[in-house]
């Protein structure tokens, strides 16, 4: 049985490549998009062999980037149990709309209370703490937190958000 399925998988992609041969270079990369699910209809987008994944990996990472307009619909995918991955979540959602600039805990916890999570009683703590790689995420300006560059990373890659440019709001 499985020697068949593994037959008949070559044959498929012999097919594909006897076809793709004749194309022009430019638009092998699409051709093979149409007929991989055409010869191999029961297979999803995570079951693609690695070769046909590897360059549309990046547009579907990028294309699963969360809704930062809405505090609410950004926060509802990721539904953290743990209250130091909420205020990093907050943080976050901060970093998507106004970049790195000085985070007040004030505002960490007007936010988590606005939006109903369950944040730390101490949220400076938690920044206080908080590493990557052993880097810490944030820098101590005063009374409130900035991220760093190791911080700005580990939100970027964690949260999968891109660096705002609004201006802050005037209290």
Not at 80 to 103: D, R
Not at 115 to 126: F, M
Request: with cysteine; glycine share 6%; hydrophobic share 35%.
């Amino acid at each position: 049985m499985k020697n068949a399925k593994i037959e008949e998988a070559k044959a498929n992609l012999l097919e594909i490549n006897e076809v793709i041969k004749q194309l022009d270079e430019s638009l092998r990369a699409a051709a093979l998009e149409v007929l991989v699910p055409m010869y191999f209809p029961d297979t999803t987008k995570q079951d693609k062999p690695a070769a046909i994944g590897a360059k549309n990996k990046k547009e579907s990472e990028e294309s699963v980037a969360p809704d930062t307009d809405d505090l609410g619909s950004f926060i509802a995918p990721f539904e953290k149990s743990k209250p130091a991955e909420n205020v990093m979540l907050l943080v976050a959602w901060l970093y998507s709309h106004y970049g790195t600039y000085p985070i007040s805990l004030k505002e960490i916890q007007e936010l988590g209370d606005s939006c109903g999570l369950i944040i730390p009683s101490r949220p400076d703590n938690t920044m206080r703490q908080a590493k990557s790689g052993g880097k810490s995420l944030f820098q101590q300006q005063g009374k409130c937190w900035r991220l760093t560059v190791s911080g700005e990373l580990s939100v970027k890659n964690q949260f999968k958000v891109k660096k705002g440019s609004k201006p802050l709001p005037k209290e």
